[in-house]
């Protein structure tokens, strides 16, 4: 008995602790913010000059906390998402088949921002 009340006695100190984080829990988390991030995908050339669009292209923003929003390119490279996150900073990354990965970090300072991305082609081994 003299245990279980020490114990007690312990867990009391934690449960105002215990109790914020649940009801935080219960609101459904962390607030979020909703930006627009836009942009454009194109070919970077050898030397090192933008080339055309890259159509069909994947663009992924991922949150500091792992939330994550996906588009794809439209014939001119253009891409528009609407990013819902708890945190104004992340990275956005382009994929494409043929070219190399490339990604970026974004900080929404502003409800849009703009965030062009080029692309190397792969290099077949």
Known sequence: ???FTRMG?????????????LLGACDGGA???TFELSGRVSVLLDTSE?????????????????LTTEATT???GRYRMRVLTDHPFGQV????????DH???????????????????????
Do not use: K
């Not at 006695?9 to 984080?21: G, K, T, W």
């Not at 933008?50 to 792992?66: C, K, M, Q």
């Open 50 to 66: 933008e080339g055309g669009p890259i159509e069909g292209a994947t663009v992924t923003f991922t949150s500091d906390t792992l």
């Open 31 to 33: 607030p979020t913010d």
């Open 9 to 21: 006695h312990r867990l009391s100190r934690h449960v105002p602790v215990l109790l914020a984080i």
């Open 93 to 100: 990354r382009a994929s494409a088949a043929g070219f190399r």
């Open 74 to 76: 439209d014939g001119d």
């Open 103 to 125: 990604e970026n970090t974004v900080y929404f300072d502003g409800p849009q921002r703009r965030v062009d991305i080029e692309l190397r082609r792969a290099v077949d081994p």
């Open 1 to 3: 008995m003299l245990l």
